[in-house]
T-cell receptor, first 117, second 112 residues
Framework: SQTIHQWPATLVQPVGSPLSLECTVE??????LYWYRQAAGRGLQLLFY??????ISSEVPQNLSASRPQDRQFILSSKKLLLSDSGFYLC????????????????FGAGSRLTVL | DQQVKQNSPSLSVQEGRISILNCDYT??????FLWYKKYPAEGPTFLIS?????DKNEDGRFTVFLNKSAKHLSLHIVPSQPGDSAVYFC???????????FGTGTRLKVLA
């Protein structure tokens, strides 16, 4: 069966510090990978998605970036965090690369709580 | 531009009664819709989905209805249980893309 791992679960960082959140998927090949953010009192905002190694699509321009160095690894990064980067970050996967979103369920990891002070 | 909207931020229902959660969308290209349940500090879990070629899908206590002409879908939970208390998100996707767009969520509280 497929599993998705996301870490760290909790992170407290000062403003201006770097960020690295990591996500890996097991039990599948060529997944589509996603990063979402849930800010306090808000919905799930799509940040980045990837349909293959090295292929990153950005949905929201900001000081965050994403990378996919391996087929089942997805990393969310920042060089300098802002207060507004605080939130609950969720990694997710679906289907297989080359398959569109239609009729594929999106499966989420447990999330990473980031607090920027 | 909020393409998927959940206009009710919260809903309270008595245990055993029906819970109805609503969702509206604006993009006519959306053809697959999903409902997720989320507890605090956890990732959302998939509940039920529906393709645009159907108008109803049922799974146990959960039924999703789709009205394409009104661009509206709803999730019915019958009977509601205290364990159903959570935030519910609807999501929509377009088979021509790889994106899933989520609403802002509705917090359901089932009262014992």
């Amino acid at each position: 069966s497929q599993t998705i791992h996301q870490w760290p679960a909790t992170l407290v960082q000062p403003v201006g510090s770097p960020l690295s959140l990591e996500c890996t998927v097991e039990g599948t090949s060529n997944p589509n990978l996603y990063w979402y953010r849930q800010a306090a009192g808000r919905g799930l905002q799509l940040l980045f998605y990837s349909v293959g190694i090295g292929q990153i699509s950005s949905e929201v321009p900001q000081n965050l970036s994403a990378s996919r160095p391996q087929d089942r690894q997805f990393i969310l990064s920042s060089k300098k965090l802002l207060l507004s980067d605080s939130g609950f970050y969720l990694c997710a996967w679906s289907g297989a690369s080359g398959k569109s979103a239609g009729a594929n369920v999106l499966t989420f990891g447990a999330g990473s709580r980031l607090t920027v002070l | 531009d909020q393409q998927v909207k959940q206009n009710s931020p919260s809903l309270s229902v008595q245990e055993g009664r029906i819970s109805i959660l609503n969702c509206d969308y604006t993009n006519s290209m959306f053809d697959y819709f999903l409902w997720y349940k989320k507890y605090p500090a956890e990732g959302p879990t998939f509940l039920i989905s529906i393709s645009s070629i159907k108008d109803k899908n049922e799974d146990g206590r959960f039924t999703v209805f789709l009205n394409k002409s009104a661009k509206h879908l709803s999730l019915h939970i019958v009977p509601s249980q205290p364990g159903d208390s959570a935030v519910y998100f609807c999501a929509a996707s377009d088979s021509g893309t790889y994106k899933y767009i989520f609403g802002t969520g509705t917090r359901l509280k089932v009262l014992a």
